[in-house]
């Protein structure tokens, strides 16, 4: 082997920041079990991810101690339980760097949050005295691509249908990239907003940016990313990315579902009118009409998700403990290992790209032409839990001539041995339905 | 779990050497009406076709794309309903959402589904359950549409 020297003042190999596997997977209850007989293998990260014991604990905690509703009580636990829930937010805001917590907007899930920018843009469009850059009509244009998750395609469908907008779209390149090569017909002065997938929950593409952001800038549109498969695996910087709005969601990040974040810059948020109406958003009702609070509580209609909330805090501090840069270098080393070994399984396409650059470990792949589903019933035979279908991404699907495709996916606590499992499941499948 | 219980070597060998595929068009004189049914959650798809003169089934035909155990529930549904009268088609039809209904607990009786019962093993997997019933209500809906009667309402 060839040892290749990095120059000095580099980074160097050593610098990688690294964890104990073994000592975060032991934080994981769930990880204990077994499935079918067999010892689990949780390869569906992507879809949801398993909660480490300090975030369960925290959120029995809040009910056990803590509980009592948030921003209306002067009472001792109401003053525990806002205190916790506002801390919650600052933590997050940390996280992504935000500039002020008062950017993050917590939802229900990365759809939520999806759909209150796209119903402040169909707002904004009734009102002739609502900001210009939220009114959208016939001739504007909403830009997103063919590697969306469903959620980042039907908001944007629908709002188009409701203010004669149009929408279009980014390519996907045969390597599952996305295809740039037409940005500036796509991204125009007609380009309200671009809403992007930051890293594909099908092909696992982590997309780059900066081109586009650039553009988006040079013709004054707005930029979404969807980070829901990125917050949870790479260290997310919203003022580095330079985007609008970022969007995510807790229970991919080791935190309870029910709870999800829409982060937008201060003075867009500001600019946007309400979506949902109701309590806690308001600053005064009367019944002739009522004025609005202002952002984060503009979007936060009704009680919140105030245990979630506060286990997603801590889940926060949990992925800071272990560390976003050693959970991606982690991921990348599955991911680079992964590819290698699923290229020995005879007959089996992965879609998307096949090197481990600019790609998140999520794998998506064909075996033969069994079906998926059949693929994941013997997984599962086998302990083996990997999401079979479309992974609400059919455009993918239709893009790369398949109903669905099998997908492995990868977080801080799976190892090379689950890679392996999967591996050896595969042969299993291919001897069911040869 | 025992995977053979769910894969059987019926319906294994039905779903790589399929009876009756593909879309064919109606001999002189019957009815023809098709329904297009897909899984949502899966993206399965089948087209069933019934050709009838109104009393007989005169041809189940279909196409589609999907598991094994979709695909395999298509073959059996066209070997079993084809040919039939449309009252015993009914029956048929009924014994074996009963069969998909009833959690494993329902014992299959060969003499009315064929080939059919060998997914009584399916019915234990709920995740399943919608792929072999996918052909079936497909087929419950082109009957409707090509005039003949409709079995009780069934819940997949």
């Known amino acids: ?434 | 779990m025992q995977l053979d219980q769910l894969y059987q070597e019926i319906i294994l060998d039905h779903y790589k050497h399929p009876h009756g595929r593909g879309l064919r068009d109606a001999e002189g004189g019957a009815n023809t009406a098709e329904a297009h049914h897909v899984n949502p959650t899966c993206g399965d798809e089948v087209t069933v076709r019934v050709a009838t003169d109104g009393s007989v089934l005169t041809d189940i035909s279909y196409d589609g794309m999907g598991c094994s155990i979709s695909q395999a529930s298509a073959s059996v549904l066209h070997e079993l309903l084809s040919g039939r009268r449309a009252g015993e088609a009914f029956e048929v039809h009924e014994a074996f959402v009963e069969l998909m209904s009833g959690r494993g607990q329902v014992t299959p009786d060969e003499d009315v589904l064929g080939d059919g019962v060998a997914f009584a093993g399916v019915a234990r997997y709920p995740a399943r359950v919608k792929c072999a019933l996918l052909p079936w209500m497909a087929f419950k809906d082109a009957a409707a549409r090509a005039g003949v009667g409709v079995s009780p309402e069934v819940k997949a």
């Open chain 1, 1 to 434: 082997m060839t040892t290749i020297a990095i120059p000095p003042g580099m980074p160097q190999y050593d610098d990688v920041p690294r964890y104990d596997v073994a000592r975060v997977r032991a934080d994981f209850p769930i990880l204990d079990r077994e499935v079918n007989g067999h010892r689990l293998v949780y390869l569906d990260s992507a879809n949801t991810s398993h909660k480490p014991r300090q975030v369960l604990d925290v959120l029995a905690e809040h009910y056990a101690r803590h509980n009592a509703n948030v921003s209306r009580s002067v009472h001792t636990l109401g003053t525990e339980a806002t205190e916790a829930y506002e801390g919650a937010r600052a933590k997050v805001a940390a996280f992504i760097n935000a500039p002020s917590p008062d950017e993050v907007v917590f939802t229900k899930n990365s759809t939520e949050a999806i759909n209150i920018v796209a119903y402040a843009f169909s707002n904004a469009s009734l009102r002739p005295d609502a900001d210009p850059r939220f009114r959208l009509g016939p001739g504007d244009e909403v830009v997103i691509s063919e590697m969306e998750h469903h959620s980042n395609i039907v908001p944007w469908q629908l709002l188009c249908e409701r203010t004669g907008a149009t929408l279009r779209w980014f390519p996907v390149t045969d390597q599952g990239r996305l295809d740039e090569s037409g940005l500036d017909d796509l991204v125009t002065e007609r380009t309200k907003i671009v809403s992007l997938v930051h890293t594909s929950n099908i092909l696992g593409t982590v997309n780059a940016t900066s081109r586009i952001t650039r553009r988006v800038r040079e013709v004054g549109a707005l930029l979404l990313l969807d980070c829901s498969q990125s917050v949870p695996h790479l260290p997310m910087d919203v003022v580095d990315y330079d985007a609008d709005f970022i969007v995510f969601t807790g229970h991919k990040m080791c935190a309870p579902t029910g709870i999800g974040v829409l982060w937008g810059r201060s003075e867009l948020l500001a600019a946007m009118p309400p979506v949902f109406g109701g309590g806690s958003m308001i600053e005064t009702v009367a019944m002739s009409g009522s004025t609005f609070a202002a952002p984060p509580a503009r979007f936060e209609a009704g009680t919140p998700p105030i245990a979630e909330a506060v286990a997603l805090g801590a889940a926060v501090d949990y992925l800071t403990g272990v560390g976003m840069r050693a959970i991606q270098w982690h991921e990348k080393e599955l991911t680079a290992y992964a590819l290698d070994a699923l290229a020995t399984v005879p007959g089996l396409r992965i879609f998307g790209p096949t090197v481990p650059v600019g790609r998140g470990g999520t794998i998506s792949f064909a075996l033969g032409d069994v079906h998926p589903h059949d693929v994941g019933q013997v997984l599962d035979s086998l302990g083996v839990q990997v999401r079979v279908g479309h992974h609400c991404a059919r455009p993918v699907c239709t893009r790369f001539g398949v109903p669905a495709t099998t997908r492995a996916s990868f977080y801080l606590y799976t190892t090379t041995e689950e890679i392996d499992a999967l591996v050896a499941g595969l042969e299993q499948v291919r001897k069911v339905f040869s």
